[in-house]
């Protein structure tokens, strides 16, 4: 099984500062990683797949790079309503498809 | 736009089998482009994959859950469902239903969630 460990736990900003998340794999995923946040109580969203790639509708803020085991998402600008929980996850090598156990970003 | 809904009940008891179903609207259950897949997130904690099935048929499940854990379909009724028997406490959960693209097996389309209680 993949191991999938994130850092920092939680990481406080300051809304339009830079905010830089990370992911660790604990063996190569390849490209064969995305990223979610999620909100309180509601569904995950799928931000990045494929390590660098946007989903749909998702801002430009977003940006994700990486391969291997090392991960970075990173938001330029945070607004408002990206104050949230962010997860990683791999699916180069399933079952299973693991999660990293999340970095929540809050207000500084 | 793919929509998901779950539904089921929210209190199951101990040692009895929990079972839920995912309703799809806006397209078609029998695309050949995603999976269909279940996530649990324990309160406060974070995302657990249970397991995965394709349009062929083919089940994916995670080997923590594996003897415990069925992922089926109904296209007539554009529903798949989730079982998982002999639950425990540990069980309890935000049970949410969600689509794998097949091209990246990310998860792209969610249900909003639906929280299963296990008690006595």
Sequence with gaps: EIVMTQSPATLSVSPGERATLSCRASQSVSTNLAWYQQKPGQAPRLLIYGASSRATDI???FSGSGSGTEFT???SSLQSEDFAVYYCQQYYNWPPLTFGPGTKVDVK | QLQLQESGPGLVKPSETLSLTCSVSGGSISSSSYYW?????PPGKGLEWIGSLSYSGSTHYNPSLESRVTISVDTSK????L???SVTAADSAVYFCALQGVASYAFDVW???TMVTVSS
Aim: charged share 20%.
């Design chain 2, 111 to 113: 249900g909003q969630g």
């Design chain 1, 59 to 61: 801002p430009a803020r």
């Design chain 2, 83 to 85: 079982k998982l028997s």
């Design chain 2, 78 to 81: 554009r529903q798949f469902s």
């Design chain 2, 37 to 41: 897949g279940w996530v649990r997130q």
């Design chain 1, 73 to 75: 998402l990173t938001i």
